[in-house]
């Protein structure tokens, strides 16, 4: 009964997404005069929410239980899982996470129902009669295409098991913290859709919109961090990025929305770059799109794509045609009325934004194109592949002097500087990476794009601080100090990458027990090979013995372990982390004469690429915190200055 639930749930939850949109549209055609329709927006966006929630939640049970009568379950999950893989098996497949996606964007609409009290009202019913008509589509693929809870007649005997590669508490939680990031985007989109609809784009929108925006790129920048950490030790390869299509279809949201967010920032602030701010929005969501296209059309070969029929992809671009195309013609039909407001010179904050968004918008660019042409030149029979000889140097030619843009801009004043004024800071930064390239050139003689790297992740390290120079750090506001701490990570993810593309040390051996190898620093002795079993897979376990420099004596384990269900074998590489970088193991197959294939790397700094990735979500999370804190005391002022006029009125 419990999937019957969920399904009922579902088909509820979609039919209030009908009514939350239909009593929307009324409400904006009659401007006021349709009595209580308007009234059932909100309690319908609410109650959709909660239903959705349900429905997931059934979804969790089911899995939990191990329930082989549901066809998902079948095919996604085994008895003998452990638990929290069990759970995770509810999203690390097509139909779960496609319920995961809705639920996610229904409680999302519910919230802002619940909260949201700034916006005109018209413009409220726009954006969640906006937020209904993309829930819609999605809740028509659940239930017409990718029924979560679809029985099996008779039961299975037992589970087909989750890819082995999900089987990791990294992933386990990677999915969830990414689809929050897509779907709040979904937001933005809503948003700006109700704002083009009710032709007020205006600061007070930007407020409201900034907060929804900065928390889905939070998640993101987590779900990207966290799915290169898992990539880097689950694979095996030793690499934390690889220009994968779907890696790639998580990197272009979060690069329209770093635009959007800073576009929204400049709006919120100094009522400009409204028309700018409104086309990220809609672009930010249709990135979120083109992934799910990607990931769930079967057009893809990937270790992340869910191997999904064409079928199912046509729907999904079906969507991504309604919304976007219904978008972009909205935007063509009100771009007259939604002008670009106050004016700024370039040699302003308001102008390093504006260069900035142009680069992180023809990054994005750079990435789509290299994503999408493989696709496309295979629909001629012409196979090619798009990889770092591309990526990295073509998109370098944006970002390294979007760095520079990004060191000096925050010294910049609103609306009109003079070069004078910020002269001796500006000279320092530029002069930084000139000496710190030709220091690191004069000693280590590395490649010239990590050279680059380093050089500008020093840059951008000292200019992330000076905008505190002279300034009380006791009455520094949150927002400002969050975007320190993000420029700070972005010097410090910058300096992880290129570091470990220009120091990183490979070594591939034979050994036997008792046979030692040195990479880089590290003195590695190969102790034993022994078999051992877990709960749902047996593995052989190296034991290695590894010294940096003829220090004390540490051991790691890599296994190479074989899945029965689904029968697959997998490498668990061991890493040995210091502060300046990672030792990482791999055990490979036997060789001749007793021997083991081992593979090691030394790669130093390595860590600084996910450190950064924590310290931008941690900016990113403290300017949140400081937004939220700066809504909440504006309305008490508000409402007590209203409620003084209102007494003395009274009196």
Not at 226 to 238: K, N, Q, T
Request: aromatic letters at 10%; glycine letters at 10%.
């Amino acid at each position: 009964m419990i999937a019957e639930l969920g399904l009922v749930a579902l088909w509820l939850a979609a039919a209030l997404a009908a009514l939350q949109l239909l009593a929307g549209l009324i409400a904006l055609r009659s401007d006021g005069e349709a009595g209580g329709v308007a009234d059932l927006v909100r309690p319908a966006a609410i109650v959709q929410g909660l239903l959705s929630g349900i429905a997931f939640l059934c979804l969790l049970l089911v899995f939990a239980r191990t329930d082989l009568s549901v066809a998902l379950v079948a095919a996604n999950s085994h008895s003998m899982k452990p638990m929290i893989f069990k759970l995770a098996g509810a999203w690390g497949n097509h139909e779960g996470s496609m319920l995961l996606w809705i639920t996610i964007m229904a409680l999302a609409g519910g919230l802002i129902a619940l909260i949201e009290r700034r916006l005109p009202e018209r413009t409220m019913l726009a954006t969640l009669a906006a937020q209904a008509f993309v829930g819609l589509g999605f809740y028509a693929f659940l239930l017409l295409s990718s029924n979560p809870f679809e029985r099996l007649n008779p039961a299975a005997q037992e589970g087909a098991g989750l890819n082995p590669l999900l089987q990791d508490i990294g992933l386990a939680f990677h999915p969830p913290t990414l689809y929050v990031g897509y779907v709040g985007l979904s937001v933005a989109f809503s948003f700006a859709v109700g704002a083009m609809l009710t032709r007020q784009v205006t600061p007070e929108f930007a407020r409201v919109m900034r907060p929804w925006v900065l928390g889905a790129w939070i998640f993101l920048t987590l779900g990207i961090t966290a799915g290169s950490y898992w990539a880097y030790y689950e694979l095996g390869w030793g690499g934390w990025w690889f220009w994968d299509p779907v890696e790639n279809a998580s990197l272009m949201p979060w690069l329209a929305a770093t635009a959007l967010l800073h576009s929204a920032s400049v709006l919120a602030a100094r009522d400009a770059l409204r028309a700018w701010t409104i086309m990220l929005g809609v672009v930010a969501f249709s990135m979120s799109m083109i992934g799910t296209f990607l990931v769930r059309s079967g057009i893809l070969t990937s270790v992340h794509a869910f191997a999904v029929d064409p079928e199912r992809g046509s729907f999904i671009l079906l969507l991504l045609a309604i919304y976007i195309g219904g978008a972009l013609t909205l935007f063509a039909m009100r771009a007259s009325t939604v002008t670009e407001g106050q004016r700024f010179s370039v040699l302003s904050r308001e102008g390093a934004l504006v260069i900035n968004n142009v680069a992180l918008s023809a990054i994005l660019g750079i990435v789509l194109l290299g994503t999408l042409y493989p696709l496309l030149t295979e629909a001629f029979d012409v196979r090619v592949s798009v990889g770092p000889p591309y990526f990295n140097p073509v998109s370098a030619i944006f970002f390294l002097p979007m760095l520079i843009v990004l060191a000096i801009g925050p010294l910049l004043r609103w609306r009109s500087d003079s070069f004078r004024r910020v002269r001796i800071p500006v000279i320092v930064l530029l002069a930084i990476p000139i000496v710190v390239a030709l220091a690191m050139w004069a000693v280590t003689g590395i490649a010239v794009l990590p050279l680059l790297g380093i050089a500008l992740a020093a840059c951008v390290a000292v200019g992330s601080f000076l905008p505190l120079w002279g300034r009380s750090l006791r009455r520094l506001p949150l927002p400002v100090w969050g975007m320190v701490i993000a420029h700070f990570g972005v010097a410090v993810s910058l300096f992880g990458m290129s570091a470990d593309s220009a120091f990183t040390q490979e070594k591939l051996v034979a050994a036997k027990p008792g046979d030692s190898a040195q990479v880089g620093p590290w003195d590695v002795t190969l102790v034993s090979v022994v078999p051992v079993a877990g709960p749902n897979w047996t593995a052989l376990d190296a034991r290695l013995s590894a010294s940096y420099r003829g220090g004390a004596v540490h051991e790691v384990g890599p296994q190479a372990r074989s899945f029965w269900a689904p029968p697959q074998e997998t490498s668990e590489s061991a890493l040995l982390t210091r502060w300046n970088g990672q030792l990482y193991a791999v055990l490979g197959g036997e060789a001749e004469g007793d021997r083991w294939q081992l593979r090691l790397w030394w790669k130093p700094f390595v860590t600084f690429v996910w450190y950064g990735g924590a310290l931008i979500a941690l900016g990113g999370l403290l300017a949140l915190i400081g937004r939220v804190a700066g809504d909440v005391k504006r309305r008490s002022v508000l409402r007590k200055a209203n409620g003084r006029r209102n007494s003395e009125a009274a009196t």
